[in-house]
């Protein structure tokens, strides 16, 4: 028999492409994207707090766009496309947004919204991109917890950036990173 007609050989090929998957989940390397911005626009030593404010934000922004485009984000999303097949099954995860100002003393802020993905919301994706491909449902789905975690995340977040602008540790380079960390809900 060819490989195509035995199926020993096709059952021994599966087994071996999930070995191999599960083996790069227990290693962390395909369960996260992210996107970082470095911000060196250091603002005027008269800029008023809005004004600073909205240059992080606006960093934020910069870095929530890499981390969206990514191309992680594609491999992301594969592991729980077929969630909504099987009715049991769910994935959980984490945004976690860290701001680091590199040319101050001060520690960095970071904040950390958990999600959770249900087979409803590939349903409703479903619905709202009227088609039936599994990778473009699970990318609108991953993406709409991104966009609501990050803007969570902030507002948790904004009380100590406004902190970090009272002692001035804003006016120098400031580094922003997003995080999405995406697993089944079992881990």
Not at 10 to 35: H, P, V, Y
Not at 76 to 105: K, M, P, T
Not at 107 to 119: K, L, Y
Request: aromatic share 4%; glycine share 6%; charged share 30%.
């Amino acid at each position: 028999m060819s490989f195509r007609t035995n199926p020993d050989r096709i059952l021994e090929s599966i087994d071996r492409a999930r070995s191999r998957d599960d083996a790069g989940m227990r290693a962390g390397s395909d369960r996260q994207a992210s996107g970082r911005e470095l911000d060196t626009e250091i603002p005027d030593v008269d800029a008023t707090t809005p004004e600073r404010v909205k240059r992080i934000f606006k960093a934020l922004e910069r870095a929530y766009t890499t981390c969206a485009q990514s191309a992680a984000l594609g491999p992301l999303a594969q592991r729980f496309q077929a969630v909504g097949d099987v009715n049991e099954h769910h994935a959980r995860g984490d945004v976690a947004l860290s701001i680091r100002y590199l040319d101050h003393a001060r520690s960095d802020d970071f904040a950390m919204t958990p999600f959770e993905i249900v087979p409803n919301d590939l349903i409703e994706a479903r619905k709202a991109t009227k088609t039936t491909r599994p990778d473009v449902n699970a990318l609108r789905v991953l993406r709409g917890h991104l966009r609501t975690g990050v803007m969570e995340a902030w507002q948790r977040v904004e009380p100590r950036v406004r902190d970090a602008m009272r002692d001035r540790a804003d006016m120098g380079h400031v580094e922003i990173q997003v995080t999405v960390d995406i697993r089944p809900a079992g881990l």
